[in-house]
Each structure stands twice: as C-alpha cells, then as structure tokens.
C-alpha cells in the first residue's frame, strides 16, 4: 500500500547523487527512502526528473513504495517522467509496479493538483510516443480521465497539437539565432514522432464519445480544432468519422463546430470541406444564440471561400437573425465580388 511521503529532509549529498545517478549512494546504507525536498519531492521523483535509469532501477528494488508517493503537486514519479517523455523509464516504472504487487492507488492513475493524469501530462508536453505506450500498453480506460478543466485526454491532443508546420515555425524563429551566432552551427532535433494525428486517432478508437464532451470553456476537442488559428482539418476528418454525432455539439454562444471554421477558416479549402459535405450539410443553416447562420458569419468575415462553398450546398441565404437581417442582406451590402456571386446563385431575401 501507499507509504506516507517522507518527512526526513533530504540531504544534499543524497540530492545530488539522485541528479547524478550515482547510485552506489544507496548501498551504505544513508538513505532510508523517507526522504524528500521541500517540494516533497522523493529520490524517485528526482532521479526521474534527470533520466537516471540505473539509480531508478535500485531505488525501486529497495523502496518501490516510492512509485505511488506525490510531491507538493501530486506528482507521482509517473507524471515526472511524462514530462520527460523516457518510454524506457515508463516501462521500468510499470514493470517494478507490477512485480512489487503494490496495494492502493495506481500510480498512473492518480491525479495530480490539477487534475491531470501522466497520460495528460505527457500529451501538454507532446511527448507523443509516450503517450501511446500509456494507452497501449498500460492502461487504455486513461482515455475516459477528466482533469479539473473539464479536459480529456483527447482535449489535450488537440489543444496542445503538434502538426508539421511546427517544424517551419521552430527554424524561422531560430534564424535571427543563428544570424547572430556569426557563423556558430545550430542543430535542431526534433521527435521522431512529431505530428499529433497518429495519437488522435488512437484516443478516438479508444474513446470515441470524448469528442462530445465540453471542457470547462464550452469546447469539445472537434469545436476546439475548428477554433485554431489555422483550423485543425485532419484531426475534424478523424473525430468526424469516429465521433459523428460530435457536430451536433454548441459552443457557449450556439455556435456550431461549422461556425467556427468560418471565423477562422480564411483560405480555399474547397475541395477538403466536400469531402466532409455529408456531416456539414445537417448543420449549414443552425443558428448562434444571435440568429447567426454559418452564411450570415461567412460573409461578415469577408470570407469569399466560405461563401461560395455555403452556395454549392445550397445554404440558406434568407434566414433572418435577431436583428432581422439575413445573409442575403449582408451580401447586397458587400462589394462587387460578393453581389456577382449573389446574382449567379439568384438568392433572394425574403422580408
């Protein structure tokens, strides 16, 4: 069962072989396993923090109590090492558990201050590979984990995505770095796995209906992946196909996962939005809490791309909001290219 957290403060030789991984600082018999940091941190939790595969391995096999012990932020070891992303200490940490047969909570299950299991926090931290061995390998109900925010671990895959174009966005931001170096030679390493749609998709067969649940902001993962800057398509094709009853969720304001791509989504993306035709055509005349078609958003946001796409799926232009205003207003109201479109589909407004 779970010991309680050691009250003997660590000393700072014992600190720093824990840093260094110098474990023979445990065969002298000077560390009884009580003790801890002021963060109550234990010997595990640092030797985690520095990736010290031989010190965890013989501190386990003498205090393998240690596992299930938490620091000041109900950290256990397992949510250190999601942080790092070492898939070969989580395998260690996992197999000392199971032989040690230890009664009590399961580590990788427990929750730390804020309600985040090791499985959301390897995803904050995009240590993806990571991620997918705590689902695959150890314990796939993680996927049914809600932190304090209302967050599953599919939430955190999506918000805290990491997409091909990082790639581009690190090397721009370093070249100023580089620039100045006068010469120096920078090396930028990247994961093997660095695109999120592998992992997304796992979370998804694992545990579709999370694409339907609202974080603490009113946001599912699928209106959450609409609502980036640049909209997430391939992670709103998989919750779509996995999860199609997720569309019918509304954000806090009504607003569907199809009003948000508008607000957000500013370049020709025809040929992909057909391609989920079938699941946009149920919701391409719902309105906000404001009366707001997805066609009245459109062309507020001057989005011709949107527009014209809202035509070919015959959208309805003659819906009238709470201001009494319809699409078809609006588009009367805009420029040249606008009103051509607006003759070429002859959509009338009707008052």
Same mark, same amino acid.
């Given at each position: 069962?779970?010991?309680?957290?050691?009250?003997?403060?660590?000393?700072?030789?014992?600190?720093?072989?824990?840093?260094?991984?110098?474990?023979?600082? #445990?065969?002298?018999?000077?560390?009884?396993?009580?003790?801890?940091?002021?963060?109550?941190?234990?010997?595990?939790?640092?030797?985690?923090?520095?990736?010290?595969?031989?010190?965890?391995?013989?501190?386990?096999?003498?205090?393998?109590?240690?596992?299930?012990?938490?620091?000041?932020?109900?950290?256990?070891?397992?949510?250190?090492?999601?942080?790092?992303?070492?898939?070969?200490?989580?395998?260690? #940490?996992?197999?000392?558990?199971?032989?040690?047969?230890?009664?009590?909570?399961?580590?990788?299950?427990?929750?730390?201050?804020?309600?985040?299991?090791?499985?959301?926090?390897? =995803?904050?931290?995009?240590?993806?590979?990571?991620?997918?061995?705590?689902?695959?390998?150890?314990?796939?109900? =993680?996927?049914?984990?809600?932190?304090?925010?209302?967050?599953?671990?599919?939430?955190?895959?999506?918000?805290?995505?990491?997409?091909?174009?990082?790639?581009?966005?690190? =090397?721009?931001?370093?070249?100023?770095?580089?620039?100045?170096?006068?010469?120096?030679? !920078?090396?930028?390493?990247?994961?093997?796995?660095?695109?999120?749609?592998?992992?997304?998709?796992?979370?998804?067969?694992?545990?579709?209906?999370?694409?339907?649940?609202?974080?603490?902001?009113?946001?599912?993962?699928?209106?959450?992946?609409?609502?980036?800057?640049?909209?997430?398509?391939?992670?709103?094709?998989?919750?779509?196909?996995?999860?199609?009853?997720?569309?019918?969720?509304?954000?806090?304001?009504?607003?569907?996962?199809?009003?948000?791509?508008?607000?957000?989504?500013?370049?020709?993306?025809?040929?992909?939005?057909?391609?989920?035709?079938?699941?946009?055509?149920?919701?391409?005349?719902?309105?906000?809490? !404001?009366?707001?078609?997805?066609?009245?958003?459109?062309?507020?946001?001057?989005?011709?791309?949107?527009?014209?796409?809202?035509?070919?799926?015959?959208?309805?232009?003659?819906?009238?909001?709470?201001?009494?205003?319809?699409?078809?207003? #609006?588009?009367?109201?805009?420029?040249?290219?606008?009103?051509?479109?607006?003759?070429?589909?002859?959509?009338?407004?009707?008052?």
């Amino acid at each position: 069962m779970e010991k309680m957290e050691g009250t003997n403060v660590m000393k700072n030789e014992v600190y720093k072989a824990a840093v260094k991984g110098d474990w023979t600082v #445990l065969d002298n018999g000077s560390v009884s396993g009580d003790e801890c940091t002021v963060t109550k941190a234990n010997i595990l939790h640092i030797a985690v923090r520095h990736e010290q595969y031989d010190f965890i391995k013989t501190a386990l096999g003498k205090f393998s109590y240690l596992l299930c012990q938490r620091n000041s932020d109900n950290n256990t070891p397992f949510h250190i090492a999601a942080e790092v992303g070492d898939t070969r200490i989580l395998e260690l #940490l996992v197999s000392c558990y199971n032989k040690a047969a230890l009664e009590g909570l399961v580590p990788w299950r427990v929750k730390n201050s804020k309600g985040n299991t090791p499985l959301h926090v390897a =995803l904050i931290f995009a240590n993806l590979q990571f991620a997918k061995n705590l689902v695959m390998t150890v314990d796939p109900e =993680l996927t049914t984990f809600v932190n304090d925010s209302g967050q599953t671990p599919l939430h955190l895959a999506i918000r805290y995505r990491v997409i091909d174009d990082d790639r581009e966005s690190v =090397l721009d931001a370093m070249k100023p770095m580089i620039a100045s170096n006068r010469g120096g030679i !920078y090396e930028v390493q990247f994961p093997l796995e660095e695109n999120s749609g592998h992992i997304i998709t796992l979370l998804l067969k694992k545990n579709s209906s999370a694409a339907c649940l609202q974080d603490s902001n009113g946001l599912t993962p699928l209106l959450r992946a609409a609502s980036f800057k640049t909209p997430d398509m391939l992670a709103i094709g998989s919750m779509l196909k996995y999860c199609p009853q997720s569309i019918e969720v509304c954000d806090a304001f009504g607003k569907t996962f199809f009003h948000l791509l508008i607000e957000h989504l500013h370049h020709d993306n025809s040929e992909y939005l057909l391609s989920i035709e079938e699941s946009i055509r149920s919701i391409k005349n719902c309105q906000d809490l !404001y009366g707001n078609t997805p066609a009245h958003l459109a062309v507020k946001e001057g989005n011709i791309f949107m527009v014209r796409f809202l035509l070919r799926i015959s959208a309805k232009f003659t819906i009238k909001n709470e201001e009494g205003v319809t699409a078809a207003d #609006l588009l009367q109201q805009q420029g040249d290219e606008f009103h051509n479109l607006l003759m070429k589909k002859q959509v009338q407004s009707h008052h």
